[in-house]
């Protein structure tokens, strides 16, 4: 069974930094992956952020230069690191996959099938 579970959210000031996790669990081995993070602000549709899969790493405009995805290899576990955050930011922040590459691309959050639970991310100014 396919678990994906976020943590490290909090509140922070414009400008500051956050480090999002996602505990994967579930996955069959070797097994052709692709990872996105996707965030929702009250009132708003549901956003992609970046994805990552065994090619690289690509993200939206907004948080290109900001944001950073990997994979914290000892724990098996994706990462976000958010620096400079803007109010802007604030929001719900998923992390979601998918069986198959993410082949570069922008994605919507109805190509995913697994979804964590979401971790709250609030920027203040």
């Known amino acids: 069974q396919v678990r994906l579970v976020e943590s490290g959210g909090g509140s922070v000031q414009a400008g500051g930094s956050l480090r999002l996790s996602c505990a994967v669990s579930g996955f069959t081995p070797q097994s052709r992956i692709c990872m996105g993070w996707f965030r929702q602000a009250p009132g708003k549709e549901r956003e992609g952020v970046g994805f990552m899969d065994t090619d690289g790493t690509t993200y939206v405009k907004s948080v290109k230069g900001r944001f950073t995805i990997s994979r914290d290899n000892a724990k098996n576990t994706p990462t976000l690191q958010m620096n400079s955050l803007e109010p802007e930011d604030t929001g719900m922040y998923y992390c979601?996959?998918?069986?198959?590459?993410?082949?570069?691309?922008?994605?919507?959050?109805?190509?995913?099938?697994?979804w964590g639970q979401g971790t709250q991310v609030t920027v203040s100014s």
């Open positions: 979601a996959a998918r069986y198959t590459y993410c082949y570069g691309g922008d994605w919507p959050p109805t190509s995913f099938n697994y």
